[in-house]
């Protein structure tokens, strides 16, 4: 019985031995299945360090691109600045002279208005008191009977 024993004994070693290296091939396959990810998780983060560290490159040099124009364009703008307080200094000026230079026409205007009555007011009356004394003459001729100068041609 004893024979039988060993017997069983072994065949479960070795079922029990059959089962386990089933088990262990089909961890070795698991195992090498989690290299072959770990590997292409590897080389995927590589990759994306990669262009990550290719990206901030790019990142930095339109930083200090953009940082160069900028520097640059501040000399401008203040250039333009400048440019604008004496275009509104110049106008302020023009629009003060031209606001005296106006005044000054007016002021001129207007005395030669004065002058221009005082000396054509004699002018008109005399004119005026021609006219009313034609006028009469006129009135006067037509009453008595003489022919106008006008009437005889």
Known sequence: MMEWSVAVAAGVFVILSAFMIAVLMN????????????????????????????????????????????????SFMESMEAAGTVIKSTTQQ????S???????MQHVQ?????????????????DAGLTLWSAWQRFSKASGDPTQGEKE
């Open 27 to 74: 961890l070795r396959r698991l195992i090498k299945q989690l290299q072959g990810t770990a590997l292409q998780m590897e080389e995927r983060a590589r990759l994306l360090t990669v262009e990550a560290v290719q990206l901030l490159q790019r990142t930095d040099h339109t930083v200090l691109m953009m940082q160069e124009h900028l520097r640059k364009s501040a």
């Open 94 to 97: 023009v629009d003060n002279i």
């Open 99 to 105: 606001s005296a230079i106006t005044h000054s026409v």
């Open 111 to 127: 005395h030669a208005h004065e002058e221009n009555q005082q000396r054509m007011s004699p002018l008109f009356r005399s004119l």
